[in-house]
T-cell receptor, first 115, second 114 residues
Framework: EPEVTQTPSHQVTQMGQEVILRCVPISNHLYFYWYRQILGQKVEFLVS????????KSEIFDDQFSVERPDGSNFTLKIRSTKLEDSAMYFC?????????????FGSGTRLTVV | AQSVAQPEDQVNVAEGNPLTVKCTYSVSGNPYLFWYVQYPNRGLQFLLK??????LVKGSYGFEAEFNKSQTSFHLKKPSALVSDSALYFCAVRQTDSWGKFQFGAGTQVVVTP
């Protein structure tokens, strides 16, 4: 069964450093998403991406965050200057369509720890 | 605004007993409801969804969920729980007025004891 692949599985970074979280969505999917889950809290939407541009973003997704699909297969989330409160599990997801009756396929997540 | 609520932080059940994980929702229009499961150190795995049609939806691993419009509920059920069902379960509603983003519940930890 096709999978969404995320790397690395765990990243530790110092506060103020830039991090890039990488995702390889399922090859024929067109819609891409990032979610995050702070430890013990609910999964929160960050951003959706379609046709090489952001289609929607949450209030969490401020100027410190950016997404990119650099080469047609990878989908990255960059945090420019990490803060302690960015520590969370970050999930990438992809979907064949953007319609509401479709589910996503989620990756296994990257646990980001900011120290 | 659309939202889902999972009233129980944790559900404890003995192996072989029925398992129910509760979810209620608040949406405008037709609800698109989903259940996902998260095993330790794993991603979110799709279990089942309700879009339209029969109120009883069958999904993966023997799980099913019943959509109840009058009670605005979408409870997840399994007739006979296994120890391997111990995981974190999320109810979610997918919004129809945006690019399909999910609104997740807070999650319910299921602990199945031998």
């Amino acid at each position: 069964e096709p999978e969404v692949t995320q790397t690395p599985s765990h990243q530790v970074t110092q506060m103020g450093q830039e991090v890039i979280l990488r995702c390889v969505p399922i090859s024929n999917h067109l819609y891409f998403y990032w979610y995050r889950q702070i430890l013990g809290q609910k999964v929160e939407f960050l951003v959706s991406f379609y046709n090489n541009e952001i289609s929607e973003k949450s209030e969490i997704f401020d100027d410190q965050f950016s997404v990119e699909r650099p080469d047609g297969s990878n989908f990255t989330l960059k945090i420019r200057s990490t803060k302690l409160e960015d520590s969370a599990m970050y999930f990438c997801a992809s979907s064949q369509t953007g319609t509401a009756n479709y589910g996503y396929t989620f990756g296994s997540g990257t646990r980001l720890t900011v120290v | 605004a659309q939202s889902v609520a999972q009233p129980e932080d944790q559900v404890n059940v003995a192996e072989g007993n029925p398992l129910t994980v509760k979810c209620t929702y608040s949406v405008s229009g037709n609800p698109y409801l989903f259940w996902y499961v998260q095993y330790p150190n794993r991603g979110l795995q799709f279990l089942l969804k309700y879009i339209t049609g029969d109120n009883l939806v069958k999904g993966s691993y023997g799980f099913e969920a019943e959509f109840n419009k009058s009670q605005t509920s979408f409870h997840l059920k399994k007739p006979s729980a296994l120890v391997s069902d111990s995981a974190l379960y999320f109810c979610a509603v997918r919004q129809t007025d945006s690019w399909g983003k999910f609104q997740f519940g807070a999650g319910t930890q299921v602990v199945v004891t031998p």
